[in-house]
């Protein structure tokens, strides 16, 4: 399966590239790669996934072909990323998955966006 990948610029001033899939109306579900990976490291999970979430598979900043700032690479950067998606897409809530470092930025979201997860799930 070819997925076509999708680039936003967040407020904190990044641009990231994602895939999405499935049904808009879904619950929304994150999914965040481990270090020195990208949303490619779910390529082959996203075609298992059932249609009725609302899948995002999120390169996250200094990693593939997001930006690289200078700065800005703590967990708390990184969530704050999440929460900016989010933002962006209008999305009050989501469930996030992540796998490695990903699962860093996913419970460093937990701190501080609690209201924010429909679930958590740590690979």
Known sequence: MKFASKSMTLPTGVTLPYVEQGDPHGVPVILL???????????LVLPHLPP???TFALTQRG????DRPLTGYSFRDF???????LDTLQLD????????MGSGVVQR???DYPERLLGVVLV
């Open 63 to 66: 990693h593939g072909d997001a």
């Open 33 to 43: 790669h481990g270090v020195t990976d990208s949303w490619r490291s779910f390529e």
């Open 93 to 100: 809530a989501a469930v996030l998955v992540g796998h490695s």
């Open 52 to 54: 009725n979430l609302h």
């Open 79 to 85: 969530a704050a990323d999440v929460a900016a998606f």
């Open 109 to 111: 979201f937990a701190l």
